[in-house]
């Protein structure tokens, strides 16, 4: 089925029905809806050659791909990216991925941007004061940031999650069972989401007079082996902590193994809260004795900065809103409990 093959099972012109594709606000909603049905049901897929053309849209979002040799691969990106392909399908919208190193990234932006072959692009791994940002509002082409960044203005369109607010209340409901002994295994220091979680932890812990201890808190890789390391580290040195918070259900998995080698029982000698990314492979009801945990799927982040993304390029009506701060759900489960005697 080409072009003009549907234009005449339609009755419509080819300009119509281009115009109806490309999400153009002059064509009615009733047209819009029945082209799209007829391309569904015939099989219809526009040149892309031909469409950007006729359009100055390229049809393609862009990702920046963060690439370390220090590390392997982050499942929290891949699950992000699952979201945001979910909402590129459902629009036919392609990706272009730019792998860059960290110190490379402004630059590879900007390669993106000037290439022509993206009409939009996210900005992921924001940290304090992010230089990417001010960069990206200077740039000709709609952004979305996945996160804020700490000590700048809101003045750029976002979605985040409230990490200060769930670490804040985790660490409160740990003050409530009586634990004033509390560890942080969080991400890279720098890292946005960490610094906002270290803050909630810290604010809760002071109003009652307390301080989250340097020598039980750990920034790291969100990965398996960091948190084992991170809790093997902190168990093994004074005052050993009575609960701990971990910034992922990654970082749990290597915490409960460091907890398990030395026979301390979960949720009995050591109460744990993860936050959990609904990461398919990482179940935290699935753990021998599940967890504790504040819960904001990052599958879903993705799909809704997708769908944003895609409505500023096509200045979809009515506008998405500029600016999403997302709350989190505590879930209690049996890693948690009163403080041991």
């Known amino acids: ?170 660490t409160r409901f740990l003050l409530q069972l009586g634990h004033t002994r509390v560890a942080l295994l969080n991400g890279q220091a720098d890292l946005d989401f960490a610094c906002r979680r270290r803050h909630g932890a810290e604010k809760a812990l002071a109003e009652r007079g307390l301080i989250l201890d340097p020598r039980h808190t750990r920034h790291s890789f969100m990965s398996d082996e960091q948190g084992y390391r991170g809790m093997k580290e902190i168990l093994a040195g004074p005052a050993r902590p009575t609960a701990v918070l971990c910034a992922s259900t990654v970082l749990a998995l290597g915490a409960v193994r460091a907890m398990n080698e030395l026979g301390l029982k979960l949720g009995t000698d050591i109460s744990l809260i993860a936050h959990d990314d609904e990461l398919p492979l990482l179940k935290p009801e699935n753990f021998s004795t599940p967890l504790t945990t504040t819960r904001s799927s990052l599958r879903a982040a993705g799909l809704r900065v997708g769908e944003r993304l895609i409505a500023m390029i096509q200045q979809s009506e009515p506008a998405p809103p500029a600016q999403e701060l997302w709350k989190v759900e505590l879930v209690v489960r049996a890693s948690t409990g009163p403080v041991p005697a």
Do not use: C
């Open 1 to 170: 089925m080409n072009l003009k093959e549907l234009s005449q099972m339609l009755g419509l012109s080819q300009t119509t029905i281009s115009r109806a594709l490309n999400g153009y606000p002059e064509v009615n909603e009733d047209t819009r809806q029945r082209v799209l049905k007829a391309a569904k049901e015939t099989g219809y897929r526009p040149n892309r050659a031909a469409q950007r053309l006729a359009t100055g849209k390229a049809g393609s979002i862009g990702l920046i791909m963060p690439i370390s040799p220090d590390h392997s691969s982050d499942m929290h990106f891949a699950e992000f990216q699952s979201g945001l392909a979910e909402a590129s399908i459902e629009h036919d919208f392609h990706f272009v991925i730019m792998p860059s190193r960290a110190e490379d990234e402004e630059q590879a932006i900007r390669w993106l941007v000037a290439s022509g072959s993206v009409d939009g692009y996210y900005l992921a791994y924001i940290r304090e004061r992010d230089p990417r940002i001010a960069m990206a509002k200077s740039l000709s082409l709609p952004f979305i940031v996945h996160g804020r960044s700490f000590g700048l203005d809101l003045d750029y369109p976002f979605l985040d999650v409230d990490n200060e607010g769930a670490f804040y209340d985790a």
